[in-house]
């Protein structure tokens, strides 16, 4: 089986206007009812997501939603499993921890309008809310000019458009029983806004490696030697490795609350761990001023394994 966009969800980047992440817990309490439940979303979720976006095309509603490691083995004990699917590991640095947090079933919804992510979730909810609890839900926005919340622009070195397949997507040679399946590591930071927003332009430029308006990369000697465009890169074997991350804003500012959902997805997390590690064992300097609260990993089936979810075949 070839790698086909096709058969694949919604794992490319398209961080959306209006956002919804939403990661749940199964209730662990009676198998059969969640794994009927589970199969019934699997089998009508495509079904809500393509009516959807024939009631109202312009909206550009794009999802993907998958498992974690945990709920796979509750689910699916007998099942092959994804080879790198587990639970995320807390990266501990000299100054600050990557947090590894629990996470059942994760969604992410995206689109145009915020009525369209509602009305996909309260539909994909009727399925799931008798069998799961919330862990987290979180709602973001696309901020001006596409900036993440700190000012500057987002996912400037993502790959784009069908390239994004090439390093988002699972083929043969890596685990041929999940072509065009794909990972997707969830991370929720908190910034501290005050202290960011007290730094000189040029400050915040060393610690991001970017001109701030122009969105030119700075010389090597202009940026910090922790700078985050710097020790967030993977470069094992001397190349260069990516993957297509989304940084989504969002903000609760009569609490004093905002921050950045950070969603990576790739054919294979080994890459997405390594860049984790180089940012919290070097102290990326964007890490003094951003809390990571959750860390967690999911598994996003292709359409193929979704479908013989449905049909109880795993």
């Not at 922790?226 to 190349?239: L, M, Q, T, Y």
Request: glycine share 6%.
């Amino acid at each position: 089986m070839t790698v086909d966009i096709k058969k694949a969800q919604d794992v490319y980047k398209d961080a959306g206007e209006s956002v919804i992440f939403t990661t749940l817990m199964l209730n662990h309490k009676d198998l059969q009812k969640e794994k009927d439940a589970i199969a019934e979303f699997s089998d009508m979720s495509n079904s809500i997501i393509n009516s959807m976006r024939i009631r109202d095309p312009e909206a550009q509603a794009h999802i993907a939603w998958g498992f974690g490691s945990d709920a796979w083995d509750y689910l699916f004990p007998d099942a092959p499993k994804p080879k790198e699917l587990e639970n995320f590991k807390e990266i501990k640095g000299p100054k600050y921890t990557a947090v590894s947090t629990p996470g059942d079933i994760f969604i992410h919804v995206r689109s145009k309008k915020m009525a369209v992510c509602y009305e996909l979730m309260d539909q994909f909810m009727g399925i799931l809310r008798p069998i799961t609890s919330v862990e987290d839900e979180t709602h973001g926005f696309r901020y001006i000019e596409g900036r993440a919340i700190i000012g500057f622009i987002d996912g400037t070195e993502n790959p784009a458009g069908i390239e994004s397949m090439d390093y988002t997507l699972i083929d043969d040679d890596e685990d041929p029983e999940f072509v065009n399946g794909s990972y997707a590591f969830a991370q929720k930071y908190t910034h501290n806004m005050d202290a960011w927003k007290k730094l000189k332009t040029e400050d915040q430029e060393k610690a991001i490696g970017r001109h701030k308006f122009s969105d030119r990369e700075l010389d090597d000697d202009e940026k910090l030697p922790n700078a985050h465009n710097v020790v967030s890169k993977d470069e094992e074997g001397g190349v260069e490795h990516k993957i297509v991350r989304m940084n989504v804003p969002f903000s609760d500012p009569a609490k004093d609350i905002t921050g950045t959902y950070f969603i990576g997805y790739s054919k294979g997390f080994a890459i997405t761990n390594r860049m984790l590690k180089n940012m919290f064992t070097q102290s990326d300097r964007l890490l003094d001023f951003s809390t990571p609260i959750t860390g967690n990993l999911f598994f996003i089936p292709s359409k193929t394994t979704l479908e013989k979810i449905a049909d109880g075949d795993y």
